[in-house]
């Protein structure tokens, strides 16, 4: 699809709500007119480090920048010093705030001023309005450019797929700064429908009562480990329309529980910074991911590529995707961690998953130690949390489902993974546990 | 335990027993507020259930008033009981096998807590426990006569438990500095865990 020359920076109606705060709405035009005047406050030229946590101070933040002809850098990792560095690499001239950041750069503490009526801008399409940053769960963090009519196109795309209707309330768990957060509580609410919820919220509690101050429909926008955290909370949420989860695969037991527990479909969410979402897929129902519309995949030996309306070139992703009918394709491991041991080829990911779908597993993972490839005595490894379990039942569950050759050794039994705030694991932490003794 | 039905019963007793007690009408008073400890305690889910226990308790009351005890003495043994109650309410959920009752509180705000936070709770639910019964044995004391009087014990009991409940709420960010801490949350998950249809 070629780009559209310039895009609006919303296509909800003024009189619309596009977000709550609390339970106070905020209609089209309130939100140009806040965002102007944040415009007004912002100094020229340079990125702009957008880390508020309010979801709907980091949307002001981020139109206002976009108002003023400015990129706005989105950063999920959120240390003092993550930041830094970035806002140094790519000159940034101020920081937006809405918590004390101990940043080396101004400052901003965006606020919602009633401006007066402001016009919708139009933003020309290949504009780069924002640059996203892989997690560094893969690696080191990448920078990816989000030109404006990616974005777009992707809002459309998602409100489509998801069939978002009028009125919807999308609760979000995920940093707006995440690239799914982003899309999915900010864009999706301006170019695709809905009103977003401010938040933040992360725990159950205030998860359950995000829903509660929203009016149904209510869509929930999450993560697995946020799912799990909610039906272990054992606590009963409002209606829910639908939930949609991200950011790690997501099990398909797990969901047919919140399925049951919440009646409301579970989808799942296919994506990567670097692209965006690209792919979703009723998980207790489908196996196969369904590209979105306007989406195209190449997949081949070496590796697959995806083509997203807005961007520039194919994205080559680290997965290894393999077509299974309907022009839906599975997920057959990520490229960087097929293993080969005793001539047999595993996914780590997929052990992964057998092992998180045990029993009384609450969470977990496979790693591969570095020298697999030239150490015939090297062995898997495994990092477990499974209170009331130990090792060998641990490994007598394994057994029954895994491959001789891929039973890890050790097993490590933690308390808890050392994950982020979206649930990314850092492999090199975990190795360091499992490799310390 | 769900409190919804409770509440439909013990809050409109609980208008009644303020009236009647400052119309100093102890027998009214002692029928009522057995009563609404009936509706509190009771083993049932749904307000007929809550209602019949409340009845129940309250003709207890009335016969114990009929008999050797006068209203005052049912009266003044009512807050030791309370605290008997509330001991037994924690502490039977330490027995083996059981989530304390802290630890199921703090899963539905912040979801499954880490080994160290669930150790914590336990221990915190066993606190309250001990303060309870301590509470009741010291309001058992100035019934029989030593110490202060049953009024003044029941008064200092509630004072203490806020005060106490305040001052947990201050220590555990020392201990969780990660994890958010506040009265409001607690009483909300209170709300939130007792108000569900299968909670304990």
Not at chain 1, 351 to 356: E, F, G, Q, S, V
Not at chain 1, 357 to 384: C, K, S, T, Y
Not at chain 1, 397 to 423: K, N, S, T, Y
């Amino acid at each position: 699809m070629p780009a559209e020359p310039a895009l609006p920076l919303t296509a909800r109606a003024p009189e619309e709500i596009v977000f709550r705060r609390g339970a106070e709405p905020v209609t089209t035009a309130r939100f140009l007119a806040e965002a102007a005047a944040l415009a007004d406050r912002l100094p020229g030229g340079g990125p702009v480090l957008n880390v508020c946590t309010d979801r709907y101070l980091a949307l002001l933040g981020f139109a206002a920048a976009l108002m003023r002809g400015q990129v706005t850098l989105l950063s999920a990792d959120r240390t003092p010093q993550r930041l830094a560095e970035i806002a140094a690499r790519h000159g940034a001239l101020c920081a937006l705030s809405d918590t004390p950041a101990p940043l080396p750069l101004p400052v901003i503490a965006p606020t919602a001023d009633a401006g007066t009526l402001a016009p919708n801008p139009a933003i020309p399409a290949g504009r780069t309005a924002a640059i996203g940053f892989t997690s560094g769960s893969t690696g080191e963090p990448q920078a990816h450019a989000k030109p404006w009519g990616a974005l777009v196109a992707g809002a459309r795309a998602a409100a489509a797929r998801f069939a978002v209707a009028p009125g919807t309330n999308i609760v979000g768990t995920i940093p707006a700064q995440h690239m799914y957060g982003f899309e999915t509580t900010l864009m999706l609410p301006l170019h695709g429908g809905g009103a977003g919820h401010a938040g933040p919220v992360f725990y159950p509690s205030d998860i359950q009562a995000a829903l509660a101050a929203v009016p149904a429909p209510r869509l929930l926008v999450t993560t697995p480990l946020q799912l799990r955290a909610l039906l272990g909370a054992g606590i009963a949420l409002p209606p829910l329309a639908g939930v949609i989860s991200a950011t790690a695969p997501l099990d398909a037991r797990l969901a047919a529980e919140a399925e049951a527990a919440w009646g409301a479909p579970v989808r799942e969410i296919y994506g990567a910074t670097e692209a965006g979402s690209v792919a979703s897929r009723r998980t207790t129902r489908e196996e196969g991911w369904e590209p979105y519309p306007g989406v195209a995949f190449a997949i081949a030996e070496g590796g697959a590529s995806v083509t997203v309306p807005g961007l520039p070139a194919p994205v080559p992703l680290a997965d290894r995707l393999e077509w299974c009918g309907q022009g839906r394709f599975r997920l057959a491991g990520r490229l960087t961690d097929m293993v080969k041991l005793a001539g047999k080829r595993a996914s780590i990911a997929g052990l992964t998953r057998i092992l998180t779908g045990i029993e009384g597993v609450e969470d977990g993972l496979f790693l591969a130690p570095d020298d697999l490839e030239r150490n015939p005595r090297a062995r898997l490894a495994a990092a477990v949390v499974a209170p009331g379990m130990d090792a060998p039942a641990i490994l007598a569950a394994l057994r029954e489902r895994v491959e001789p050759a891929f039973l890890p050794r050790p097993i490590v039994l933690l308390d808890a993974l050392p994950r982020d705030a979206v649930g990314k694991v850092s492999r090199a932490a975990v190795a360091a546990l499992a490799w310390k003794r | 335990m769900r409190l919804a039905p409770r509440l439909a019963v013990s809050l409109p007793l609980s208008g009644l027993f303020l009236l009647a007690q400052s119309a100093s009408q102890d027998l009214a008073a002692a029928t009522l507020a057995a009563a609404l400890g009936g509706a509190m305690l009771a083993p049932a889910r749904r307000v007929a259930g809550v209602m019949l226990t409340a009845l129940a308790a309250a003709s207890a009351t009335l016969l114990l008033m009929a008999g050797p005890f006068g209203a005052s003495a049912v009266l003044a043994a009512l807050p030791p009981l309370g605290n008997l109650a509330l001991a037994w309410h924690f502490g039977r959920t330490l027995a083996p096998g059981q989530e304390a009752l802290i630890t199921r509180y703090t899963r539905a705000d912040l979801g499954e807590p880490a080994p160290g936070l669930a150790a914590y709770t336990r221990r915190l639910t066993a606190f309250w426990t001990g303060v309870f019964t301590v509470f009741a044995l010291f309001g058992v004391a100035a019934l029989a006569g030593a110490g202060p009087s049953p009024g003044a014990v029941a008064v200092a009991s509630i004072a203490l438990s806020a005060a106490l409940f305040l001052a947990e709420h201050a220590l555990r960010p020392r201990l969780f500095p990660h994890l958010p801490t506040h009265p409001w949350r607690t009483l909300r998950a209170i709300w939130r865990v007792d108000g569900l249809a299968d909670a304990r």
